[in-house]
């Protein structure tokens, strides 16, 4: 029997964004905005050389952190890359795997993505898979077969662990752009995502759909409303430490309709 999912998860992605000072500010905002334990998961996915200070000003508060990216492999030469053990070393609680930058400005394919998440899964770490169409495939019809296809790509590579990812869908051209999925849109794509969970792996419904691409303030609640969407990652507006409270109560109100 499915375990029903409880609360809702937001996750931040500050992309190659930050540094020491602006980072401790919006920390600390965080930290002090949560001081009641939220109903919803709450994280922020930060650039590696931060890793170190994040754990050290969220250990002990309701927020996790995690990484931006891991190295397809265990350990070795591999000049530049970090490793899932390594990251480990941090604290990390999940890593974004195949967000649609890497897969578009470092070539990342389905199969190299799949590895990833395989790497981050042995070291305990939870990959947080990004799947989605861009502008173009999407105009070409072609979105359910884009996410359906990169998703079976970490499903094919990882079998039964796949019960243990967390699955972001981002439509490209809402990243970043001001341009978000109508609920509508989004609900429907995660509903296809759910559906090729749950025919190839057991205990599918334990894996979070999240929802990404320019939610704000003002559009979360609609979006986490929808029956498909158990969170959301969040990029810009998780710079803003108002803006990320206000999705986080978002996400808390959906929550407890669940
Ligand atoms: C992202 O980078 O994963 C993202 C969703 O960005 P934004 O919220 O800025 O569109």
């Known amino acids: ?36 334990a939220p109903t919803s998961h709450v994280g922020v996915c930060v650039p590696a050389p931060y890793l170190s200070q994040a754990a050290q000003l969220l250990a002990g508060s309701p927020v996790c952190w995690g990484a931006q990216d891991v190295s397809a492999h265990a350990s070795g030469a591999y000049t530049g890359e ?7 070393d941090f604290g990390v609680r999940f890593v974004l795997v195949g967000h649609s930058e890497r897969r578009q400005h ?64 981002e439509p490209v051209w809402a990243i970043g752009t001001g341009h978000t999925a109508t609920p509508e849109q ?8 759910r559906a090729q969970l749950r025919a190839a792996v057991d205990r599918a419904d334990r894996v979070p759909l999240l929802y990404g691409g320019s939610m704000n303030a003002s ?23 108002a803006d990320f409270l206000s999705i986080i109560a978002s996400a808390n109100n959906a929550a407890a309709t669940y």
């Open 106 to 169: 470092h070539a990342e394919s389905d199969a190299l993505v799949a590895t990833k998440a395989q790497q981050a899964l042995a070291a305990g770490i939870t990959p947080i898979i990004c799947v989605g169409e861009t502008l173009q495939e999407r105009e070409a019809g072609l979105t359910e077969s884009v996410v359906r296809r990169q998703l079976a790509a970490v499903i094919h590579a990882n079998g039964a662990c796949t019960s243990e990812v967390w699955v972001a869908y």
């Open 82 to 88: 970090v490793s899932a053990h390594m990251l480990r």
């Open 1 to 36: 029997m499915n375990q029903p999912l409880a609360g809702k998860r937001i996750v931040g992605n500050w992309k190659m964004n930050g540094d020491l000072a602006a980072n401790a500010q919006l920390l600390r905002a965080l930290v002090d905005g949560l001081q009641q």
């Open 186 to 193: 989004a609900q429907q794509v995660h509903a296809v995502l």
């Open 219 to 241: 559009n979360a609640a609609a979006l986490l409303e929808q029956a498909d969407i158990d969170g959301g990652l969040v990029g810009g507006a998780s710079l803003k430490g």
